[in-house]
């Protein structure tokens, strides 16, 4: 994975699972607020009143000289030269309940530039770890982030009770309700500390926050004037069963190709499309288009660590598989499998037990939580003797029995259309953790639901990113500014036609484009140097 950020969690590489570090500027020269914001601020706890159903335990405010931020938990991170703010930090609980979720918010106590904004979570984390928090600050933003009362991103200490019963509380608080409070609580946060509103207000988020931008545009479509909400995890109880059958491919083919097999099928795959765009230059700029078929590997050699090794028949099966997706004993497709250009590991790592040397499976964390705990109450339940047949009813069960709560693809944004909100998402179309296609299916759901595809333009555009894995343009392996286009758009009414970014292609190197508006695709215009943006144009799927 290009400069990605690794971190271990349970012996298993965490990689970036579902990081959200806004690198955002909203470029002040075009996106200045309409009214003039506080230049200066006091920094004292405000008078704060819950939400409705909650009750306000405490309220706090603390002057912090920001400098350095040293973000917490697993995925750390920094971000530094930020100027000192004001961290007011409230804790609300829901009478009965027994939880406790604080919201805390970050008022720059200079330069405030008349914004407020939300970070939604990682994972298994409601919220922001410090960084994006601090970045956001550093750019003029009032910014608010709550950890809905559970933990860190592969922290599932929450879930069951001491009688192994689901904590409905802490599971509602993390998929929606703590979420709409920390949108009610920092705009009266704000509201106290300048002592006056904030011109617009945001949301920003990535996979489990790009979740929760999609849920709070269904559900409280009046919270935010604008959305950014990339790689979302839209499909929640779909794409979660979906994300272990990788694993239950390799188990139940009783295959395991190594970490460099996976990685040579799918450079062999990124080879074999990268011209499909009338240019060959390392990049992929139309995933979906890409058919490449991995028993064309079969019989090759490659070096893996100092031995040579030979793609197999079932090496290839399996990653068919993978590629395909899940699909009943039947046939029947369930889901979309890992895209093709992806990176196969993190889904589909194995390595040797250290005791015995048999090589096993390594689910990756998230989805392995969410089966194990969730589907099954059991924190010790055996994942490698999941059948096919078991995968079905799995699936089947996580849809039935959790979609109310934490389900997010209702396809009627027609509260949030009308309330004049705007909604961007980026998504990598080598996401390795959440399928792209889940997202593009979302995206035709809404054009089928609300008038057709202009219409649904008006307020909601996709961009799809080439060769960009889970969460990438935040800097790993790429970069585009979201909260800059979705300003203009709001403030402005300058719809993004296009979403400039810089893109990591095959050989490491740094390329520009400008991320077309979904359907439209980009395509090199014959002449130009393919590293310039200028050198593309977006063009119709059917006449690419």
């Known amino acids: 994975m290009k400069k990605a950020l690794t971190v271990m969690a349970a012996g298993v590489p965490l990689v970036a699972a579902a990081v959200c570090l806004p690198t955002a500027s909203a470029d002040e020269t075009r996106n200045t607020a309409t009214t003039t914001a506080t230049t200066t601020a006091a920094c004292a706890a405000p008078s704060v009143k819950a939400p409705a159903g909650a009750r306000v335990e405490s309220v706090t405010a603390v002057r912090d000289a920001g400098g350095a931020i040293h973000g917490s938990g697993v995925l750390g991170g920094d971000v530094y030269d930020v100027p000192a703010f004001c961290k007011v930090t409230v804790t609300l609980t829901h009478p009965g309940q027994d939880d ?153 083919e009783k295959t395991y190709p190594t970490d460099c097999e996976l990685k040579a099928f799918t450079a062999a795959a990124v080879k074999a499309c990268d011209k499909l765009d009338g240019v060959t230059d390392g990049v992929v700029n139309d995933a979906s288009r890409c058919d490449f078929d991995p028993r064309r590997l079969i019989g090759t050699k490659v070096v893996c660590d100092g031995k040579e090794l030979t793609i197999t028949v079932a090496d290839a099966t399996v990653v068919r598989k993978i590629w395909d997706g899940p699909r009943t004993t039947s046939g029947q497709k369930l889901w979309s499998g890992v895209p093709i ?37 059991d924190p010790s339940f055996d994942l490698t003797k999941i059948t096919y047949s078991d995968f079905t009813k799995l699936f089947q069960q996580s849809v039935a029995e959790y979609d109310d709560v934490i389900g997010t693809s209702d396809p009627d944004l027609s509260g949030f259309r009308k309330s004049g909100g705007k909604l961007i998402t980026w998504h990598g179309q080598a996401d390795q953790f959440i399928p792209t296609q889940g997202t593009v299916d979302y995206r035709k759901q809404v054009e089928r639901q609300m008038g057709g595809s202009q219409r649904v333009d008006d307020f909601y555009r996709l961009f799809l990113a080439p060769d960009t894995d889970h969460c990438g343009l935040n800097g790993q392996d790429g970069s585009a500014d979201g909260l800059a286009a979705l300003t203009d ?56």
Request: glycine share 12%.
């Open 100 to 252: 406790h979720a604080t919201v805390q918010t970050w008022l720059p106590l200079e330069k405030w530039n008349g914004r407020f904004q939300a970070i939604g979570g990682s994972a298994y984390a409601a919220g922001d770890n410090g960084v994006g928090l601090g970045t956001a600050v550093k750019n003029g933003y009032a910014v608010t982030t709550t950890d809905a009362g559970v933990g860190d991103v592969v922290d599932t200490s929450w879930v069951l009770d001491g009688q192994g019963r689901i904590n409905r509380t802490a599971l509602k608080n993390f998929a929606s309700r703590s979420q709409h409070e920390a949108a009610v609580v920092g705009k009266e946060v704000v509201n106290g500390v300048y002592a006056q509103r904030a011109a617009y207000s945001y949301f920003t988020g990535c996979s489990t926050g790009g979740r929760q931008g999609y849920m709070e545009a269904q559900a409280y479509p009046d919270d935010y004037d604008g959305i950014l909400a990339d790689a979302p995890g839209i499909n929640w109880t779909q794409f979660e069963v979906a994300t272990l059958w990788p694993q239950v491919v390799l188990n139940n």
């Open 341 to 377: 250009g992806a990176d196969l590991t993190g889904l589909a790592h194995s390595q040797p037990d250290a005791a015995t040397g048999v090589v096993k499976g390594v689910p990756f964390p998230v989805p392995a939580a969410w089966v194990q705990l969730f589907l099954e109450k």
């Open 489 to 544: 758009w709001v403030e402005h009414g300058k719809a993004p036609e296009t979403l400039p970014a810089t893109l990591i292609n095959a050989q490491g190197e740094q390329v520009d484009r400008d991320l077309c508006a979904y359907p439209e695709v980009s395509r090199y215009k014959g002449h130009g140097d393919p590293s310039l943006a200028a050198s593309f144009r977006c063009v119709s799927p059917s006449r690419h």
